[in-house]
């Protein structure tokens, strides 16, 4: 049996091929094909010499949702609302990004006044009717857009998280009546407490929900024509893996749905091995993302954000920033030098790939520094030029007075690494985490190239560079489980007589997580797992903190203790007795752990270690340069370094030493 992982970047498709039977992983990348994504995927699988029809396991992450959104937030769709509250998605907090800036300009408005439709209806926030549902209003609303260009109808009531009958009425009069427009309502999307933000990420979802149903029928249509007889799997910005009808209703909780196969992965290796508290580092074609990870398990959120506007789906904490291989470098207002976030993508690519592209990039600088091998296909698939590569640096040498191309390129390396380290700083010392606390796992094609200078600037002394680096996100596809996020929202005093209602509220999602975990496939109940954990905040506050439990306290106080604990935990102080409340119970159900042997990679073709010359701030150097199949099990090696692999290349710098685990890790230690 084989199980496959596919994530579809801008500039690379990754793919992980893994034989349950004999414990072997192969990786192998493709160039990205946008307008037609499958393509690069069958050309990858081609290369591994996949047979389909042997495939029973098929799990797909894609950046495609969040490029939906970024090029067309909203088009065409309609809000029916509660009367008076067509303008929220409008109105917003009234927050500004930049606070001190007078001419902040506000996002563009998400849908239009004239989409906006008002009925007659009202729930109290305890769930009661306040104003019955005006069912000839609705049917009013829904006559006037049948005239209209509608993609898809976003139905949000105010307090429908505590009451969604009145929401669940008008989405199935919309469905019947409309039956070509994608629906949805706030309850199923989220169902929890926030108009602005449930409305905003309802609107968001229905507004990519037919590009989503549309490609992923067209996805799997290509994989049927060439053998699949499986369903489709896809990774969730939470982490866990929906099937793709699931996936089809909730888009919205594709946001991250690359990103997140590298942290999920990054946790499967930290539950494998001694390295319990991780930095990841995952720096590909377009951009780099950063996520902290502790005993295993990723940061999260519910207060994400995309396109400008809020997605207040449960997501992993990722921090992105716009540099990667493909960034491109140019020289600001002042004189510097920078790069990103505009980036040479697939098309035309680095300069060095020969495609037509003509500006540096990042890719193009390591070329230059000795970093890559101009003999040595890039993924496999493009045989770097050199010269391109140093045409390109000479672009750039008039403006910063004639400096040569090999001290630009390192320039170009060093602003890149200065980057990662600010994003790394945000995430760590900004909420009271010291990076030196944590070991650093780089991966992504570009990733470990950084790995060392990285971890000098920030005083990390253990690098961890994973199996297959290159495609680690796509293998977090098949290292994921199925997972369901729960959520109830319950405004609740921390008080004794509060705790029974929580108790009966937790118990009550962990049913329905293991009912609906049967109902899509999962034989055995008994597979299930479950985490709880209960929102909650100090009285008076905006934002609610998720302290996980095994079950609701026994007793108010020990539920007090807790919440000041996670407190501490992510503010680093412990705030003054004040009256605390619970604004929502939260369940996460888990299928089974799918094993996979890390450590169990088809070796590559072995050739002898040999020296090359590269260029760092003392000047041209000595480095010798290993495959990494070749490194014998905890055999050291010196630095400095370069170790090649399919997919992926890691640098070493002179005061670091490696040597390769038991878990297929090659962990870099500073002298």
Not at 459 to 469: H, K, N
Not at 497 to 517: H, K, S, T
Not at 604 to 611: H, K, L
Request: charged letters at 20%; one cysteine or more; aromatic letters at 6%.
């Amino acid at each position: 049996m084989l199980w496959v992982g596919v994530d579809i970047g801008g500039t690379f498709t990754d793919v992980i091929v893994y034989d349950t039977q004999a414990r072997l992983l192969r990786a192998a990348k493709s160039l990205s094909t946008p307008a037609e994504p499958v393509r690069a995927v069958l050309e990858a699988l081609h290369k591994l010499d996949v047979d389909l029809s042997r495939v029973t396991r098929f799990v797909h992450g894609t950046t495609r949702v969040t490029n939906a959104l970024l090029e067309g937030t909203g088009g065409g769709v309609a809000l029916l609302t509660t009367e008076g509250f067509r303008d929220v998605v409008a109105m917003g907090r009234g927050h500004r990004h930049r606070l001190y800036s007078v001419k902040e300009v506000a996002p563009p408005r998400l849908v239009e006044r004239r989409l906006c439709f008002e009925v007659p209806e009202r729930m109290r926030a305890d769930g009661t009717v306040h104003r019955a549902l005006d069912l000839e209003a609705v049917q009013r609303a829904i006559e006037k857009m049948k005239g209209l260009e509608l993609t898809g109808v976003a139905v949000c009531f105010l307090n429908a998280y505590s009451n969604p009958a009145h929401e669940e009425q008008v989405a199935a009069l919309v469905r019947e009546r409309l039956p070509e427009v994608a629906c949805s309502s706030s309850a199923e999307v989220v169902p929890e407490i926030g108009e602005y933000e449930r409305f905003t990420t309802t609107v968001l979802n229905v507004a990519v929900k037919p590009f989503v149903s549309q490609y992923l029928a067209s996805f799997l249509g290509a994989l049927r024509e060439h053998g699949y007889g499986g369903g489709l799997s896809i990774m969730t910005s939470s982490g866990g893996v929906v099937a793709a009808d699931d996936a089809r209703r909730l888009p919205m909780q594709l946001a991250l749905s690359g990103p997140a196969g590298g942290v999920s992965a990054s946790a499967y290796v930290s539950l494998a091995s001694p390295y319990r508290q991780i930095i990841t580092c995952d720096m590909g074609g377009t951009s780099t993302d950063v996520c902290v990870i502790r005993e295993g398990l990723p940061s999260m959120t519910n207060l994400g954000e995309i396109a400008g506007y809020p997605n207040k789906t449960f997501q992993i904490e990722i921090k992105t920033i716009g540099a990667g291989g493909g960034s491109i470098a140019w020289i600001d207002i002042g004189g510097e030098l920078s790069i990103g976030p505009q980036s040479a993508g697939s098309m035309p690519g680095p300069a060095s790939y020969g495609r037509g592209g003509t500006e540096a990039t990042t890719t193009d600088a390591h070329l230059v520094i000795g970093h890559l091998d101009p003999e040595e296909p890039l993924g496999g698939e493009v045989k770097p030029d050199l010269e391109a590569a140093r045409a390109a640096m000479e672009r750039l040498s008039g403006p910063l007075g004639g400096l040569p191309v090999e001290r630009i390129a390192l320039g170009i390396v060093q602003v890149a690494v200065a980057k990662m380290t600010s994003a790394i700083k945000e995430i760590t010392y900004a909420r009271g985490l010291d990076p030196r606390d944590f070991v650093l796992l780089p991966f992504g094609g570009a990733g470990p190239m950084h790995a060392t200078a990285l971890a000098d600037e920030l005083g990390i002394d253990t690098v961890v560079v994973p199996p297959v680096p290159g495609n680690l996100s796509a293998l977090g596809f098949i290292t994921a489980r199925a997972r369901l996020d729960l959520v109830r929202t319950m405004l609740l005093p921390v008080e004794e007589a509060a705790l029974p209602a929580m108790a009966a509220a937790v118990e009550g999602l962990c049913q329905v997580g293991i009912d609906r975990l049967v109902a899509g496939g999962l034989q055995n109940p008994a597979d299930v797992t479950v985490e709880r954990s209960l929102g909650m905040r100090i009285r008076g506050q905006s934002f609610d903190l998720h302290v996980p439990i095994a079950a609701v306290p026994r007793s108010a106080t020990e539920l007090a203790e807790r919440f000041r604990e996670a407190y501490q935990a992510r503010y680093a102080y412990l705030p003054a007795t004040a009256a605390l409340e619970v604004v929502s119970v939260r369940v996460i159900a888990f299928g089974p752990q799918a094993e996979v042997n890390l450590a169990g990679q088809v070796a590559e073709s072995a050739s002898p270690p040999r020296s090359r010359r590269i260029y760092s701030a003392e000047g041209w150097a000595d480095a010798m340069v290993y495959r990494r199949s070749a490194l014998r099990l905890g055999a050291p090696v010196a630095g400095p370094a370069i170790f090649r692999e399919s997919g992926a290349t890691t640098v070493m710098g002179r005061a670091w030493r490696a040597e390769v685990d038991t878990g297929g890790n090659l962990v870099l230690r500073r002298t």
